[in-house]
């Protein structure tokens, strides 16, 4: 979506040439070189040679004498540098065991809105009417650890023999809307195929080989036949175990396996109650074994956890930079992040969420720095957010479409998460659907003449999803890599590819003032 003022400055101002816009980076050793500012309407006739080389040395002297004098009015998006220590200085801040995992509704979780919301205001942001300082407060139910999860091998008389570690060998795969809590002690029963299902002994904890657990049109079938209403003659087993080979397939300690229904139009809803759901436990490959060697041998399994749903005050951080042509009322770019994160471990360890999200909010922090330090301002308003919840089932962004700053109407959302993956991989455009809107094209066009590899996709799992389905033009950029400490206490910074942040950077900067 281009502007039809910015159009015009884009013709009248640049004479409707290419013009070279220089991006440093403040490391020597990540320089990113020069690159072009596309322009449209280009004009190639011969009748305009000298026209054009007249206007070419023009703009250059202009734009040259405009930089040596940090003039304010310049028409012209102007040269910036993108900061990747300031970048990597966020990720390092924000993946700190300070913020201890960065859980909604937590201490450490209001730390990081405390932090992002004095970023907003040493950025010169505006606060939008009815906020304070920056916070748009919201209560929503949260998937609380209360104690570490346990996976045993227990004797015939409840001694144990073999106890495994929580996070490094197995995890519990549950969603955030499910009451998990409790004991279970029962034989383990090997699932070999999707017919075993109805079969299954009572009681019984179940063991998923990797074939079965890998398989996403098998794993729904075991959780259509979990979740069916008649619970006498389903789900009749009271634990399952899935094997996970973590080295090619990352690991998920919060998979989201079982989704309860739930009001999305109501923040107070009473949560979720206690359900009979079996325990679902994901483990890694040499831990599968040895449930089968001690299941060959007679011996039980034991799983306990305690993961209750309960409702907690978090908050969103909202902040305008306001246009120099057109209101936020009329139209407005929004520029976002989930800030939180999964959490505390309970035994010691926490997740520090490098890639998940903390890069996504350093690259919308520098973004917002790099627009608020140009010489000019876009020709739309850019509304930056920063959303709580979105490890919750999205209840940040979902509460922000219902309850909206400004008119979405008219407004364009970017959502930055998990960017900077270690993994090599294009960068994913994705849309909430496989239609494809005008600003991912845009989006996709303008990274291939700015030199980042991308792709178009499709994702619903992230906080563009609810703006899409309110008929709001969403884009989701995201990296087709994770790397296998994803959600895991190894997310670590070093992890962190900061060119591919730095790209995210340069495209919505140079996007916002280009549309």
């Known amino acids: 979506m281009i502007h039809p003022e910015m159009a015009c400055r884009n013709q009248a101002c640049f004479g409707r040439m290419p013009f070279q816009v220089h991006v440093a980076l403040s490391q020597a050793d990540h ?32 734009i040259a004498a405009a930089q040596r004098a940090n003039a304010a009015d310049s028409p012209f998006a102007p040269a ?18 300070r913020y201890d995992g960065r859980l909604a509704g937590t201490d450490g979780n209001w730390a990081v809105v405390a932090y992002v919301a004095g970023k907003f ?50 995890t519990v795969r549950t969603c955030p809307g499910s009451t998990i809590r409790g004991s279970v002690t029962a034989p383990g029963v090997v699932l070999h195929s999707i017919g ?19 398989s996403m049109a098998d794993m729904w079938m075991v959780m259509a036949w979990l979740s069916s209403p008649d619970r006498e003659t389903s789900g009749s087993f009271s634990g399952l175990v899935l094997e996970t080979d973590i080295s090619s397939s990352g690991y998920f300690p919060v998979q989201l396996s079982i989704w309860d229904e739930a009001d999305e139009t109501d923040d107070t809803a009473d949560a979720a109650s206690e359900q009979a759901w ?32 309960e409702y907690v005050g978090a908050a969103n951080v909202v902040g305008l930079l306001r246009a120099s042509t057109v209101a936020p009322e009329d139209a407005h770019t929004i520029v976002a992040a989930h800030l939180d994160h999964v959490g505390s471990n309970m035994n010691g360890t926490y997740n520090p969420g490098a890639l998940d999200n903390a890069s996504g909010v350093a690259a919308m922090l520098e973004t917002a720095r790099v627009l608020t330090s140009g010489v000019e301002l876009p020709p ?24 909206p700053c400004y008119p979405l109407d008219g407004a364009g959302m970017i959502n930055i998460d998990c960017v900077g993956a270690s993994e090599p991989g294009p960068l994913m455009i994705n849309e909430y659907s496989a239609i494809m809107t005008r600003m991912a094209h845009d989006l996709h066009t303008l990274s291939g003449e700015l030199g980042i590899e991308a792709e178009m996709g499709s994702s619903s799992v992230s906080d563009h999803a609810y703006f899409a389905l309110a008929g709001i033009e ?20 070093d992890l962190i590819n900061i060119e591919r942040v730095v790209e995210v950077v340069r495209l919505i900067a140079i996007y916002a003032y280009v549309h």
Not at 80 to 97: C, G, K, Q
Not at 196 to 204: F, I, N, P, R, T
Request: with cysteine; hydrophobic share 40%.
């Open 278 to 309: 079996p325990m679902i436990f994901s483990c890694d490959v040499p831990t599968f074994a040895q449930l089968l060697l001690a299941r060959n041998e007679g011996m039980l399994v034991r799983l306990s956890a305690d993961f209750t749903v």
């Open 196 to 214: 075993q299902l109805d079969s299954v002994e009572k009681g019984a904890v179940v063991l998923v080989p990797e074939h079965i657990a890998q």
């Open 31 to 62: 320089e990113l070189g020069e690159w072009t500012m596309p322009t449209r309407n280009r004009v190639t006739r011969p009748r305009d040679a000298v026209v054009l080389a007249i206007a070419a040395m023009t703009c250059i002297w202009w």
């Open 380 to 403: 739309r308003s850019v509304v930056f957010i920063a959303f709580n919840g979105e490890e919750q089932e999205m209840q940040g962004s979902a509460h922000y479409v219902r309850n």
């Open 474 to 493: 969403a884009v989701d950029l995201t990296d087709s890599g994770f790397h296998s400490v994803y959600h895991g206490p190894f997310d670590t910074p």
């Open 80 to 97: 910036f540098e993108v900061d990747a220590a300031s970048i990597m200085s966020t990720i390092r801040e924000l993946a700190s065991p």
């Open 121 to 170: 205001k040493e950025l010169g942001l505006e606060s939008p009417d009815g906020l304070v300082g920056y916070l748009q407060h919201y209560t929503q139910p949260n998937r609380i650890i209360h104690s570490a999860p346990t996976l045993e091998i227990v004797d015939e008389g409840g001694e144990t023999v073999s106890q495994f570690a929580y996070v490094t060998q197995f």
